[in-house]
């Protein structure tokens, strides 16, 4: 029989639920929640409740999105189709937005291909992507996927989809991270930086 009560030996395993959460950082959580007697517990609760109830997939970009509306960056007037960045997750997407250099609009495919766990095509928002593509707005397509088996799979099927739609198709960079040493990078890092290599001049 446990030391704690049911609800809160409930809670502790729910958040040992999420990602990277042990269960001593659960109970850290947890115990925090309770110090705060009523206030931090009912507003969090709250917060889930509006997220749960109010949060949904743009319907253009397949981002996270308000229910019935566009993502901000779908609704922002100053974005255009004419450059779609192709990620594998609205966490991508942020990473992106972060460095402030892609001026266009996303597609969030939701995932990658991934034929031993089920994942398909037909799993992820590529059917969305393309019908974008054939509104004839998009002039580059740029697939930042994962650098994986997954990722390379994901993006040459849909390389493959785009090719007579007359979209360029581009794909993130590969190669030694900045700051990185050769001495430590893998072969098949060195192997892509070499492929991936551009002109001083440019």
């Not at 397509?141 to 581009?170: S, W």
């Amino acid at each position: 029989m446990s030391a704690l009560p049911e609800s809160i030996e409930a809670l502790i395993d729910e958040f040992t639920r999420l990602p990277g959460i042990g269960r001593k950082t659960a109970q850290r959580l947890t115990f925090h929640l309770l110090k705060a007697r009523n206030e931090a517990p009912r507003r969090l609760a709250g917060v889930l409740e509006r997220v749960a109830a109010d949060i949904t997939f743009c319907p253009r970009c397949n981002n996270l999105a308000e229910r019935g509306e566009l993502c901000g960056i779908c609704a922002d007037p100053r974005r255009t189709d004419e450059t779609i960045c192709v990620v594998e997750a609205p966490t991508d997407l942020l990473a992106i937005e972060r460095t402030g250099i892609h001026s266009g609009t996303y597609h969030v495919l939701g995932g990658a291909i991934n034929p031993l766990e089920g994942v398909g095509p037909e799993d992820l928002a590529i059917d969305g992507l393309i019908a974008r593509l054939r509104e004839g707005e998009t002039a580059e397509l740029i697939l930042a996927v994962a650098a994986t088996l997954d990722g390379d799979t994901t993006a040459l099927y849909i390389a493959r989809l785009v090719g007579p739609l007359g979209v360029r198709v581009t794909r993130l960079a590969r190669g030694i991270p900045m700051g990185g040493d050769l001495e430590y990078a893998d072969e098949h890092t060195i192997s892509r930086a070499i492929q991936a290599r551009v002109a001083l001049d440019d």
